[in-house]
């Protein structure tokens, strides 16, 4: 256990105060956050199974499952911000929430690069070995969008939103949890773990989770929030990139 009753020093998040993360609001929190995450992976396997396709479908349809998305996601990283300074003992700054270093820039840079090794890299070998061509259905839904104005709306959605959000849910609570308690692999598999789960796909989970333990790599080694955001973001923004560049979406 990562247990220390020194006070905080420039050593975080090696070093912790002997309050942080007990309190019983931290579990609640957890476990309803970790259940929401598995629900909705839950979810994306049952609409897998059922054969639904998401190609072609209204443009109302695309702004509702965003609006869905943006709504949950945003209930819970607003309680996770707020909880998060009561519960971990830190300020939101000491959590890494400061203006990123020219050095975390660059690690979000190479962070983004090993996600795109990594994780895409992953979802190839799945796909050899499985013999498919699977593809997520939020990739599914992107193709099917051919109105500029929406695919603009999306792609602000998964590179600007969605890395900050789910940076600050998996990363920095969930990963600072798992770190308090086991130290950093505890932290990256459980982060690694809700973070492909919550894409609500079974062939991207493993390789999502690989990319997540990632993330938890930038993070912990810049110790800035942003850092870890922009190789999400990049990463996000590379795969939309070339969707982009080979389908011809707005076509």
Known sequence: M????STISPAWPTRWPKDSFRSIWTWVLAILVALAFVGTFLLG????SSGTTLKNVPVVVVYISLLLTFAFEGVVLL???LS???????????????????????GGIGGAIAMIVVANGGASLIDYLAHSKHEQDVIELFRGIHDPVTIVVFVLFACVFAPFAEESIFRVFFFNLGLRYGGFWAGAIVSGVLFGLAHGDAFAALPLAAGGMILCYVYYRTRNAFASMISHSLFNT???VALLLTSGVTQ
């Open 2 to 5: 990562n247990d220390s009753t």
């Open 45 to 48: 396997i049952k609409q897998s």
């Open 79 to 81: 309680a996770v911000l």
């Open 84 to 106: 998060l300074p009561a519960i971990s003992k830190f300020s939101l700054a000491e959590l890494g929430f400061r203006k990123p270093t020219r050095s975390a820039v660059i």
């Open 238 to 240: 590379f795969s939309i």
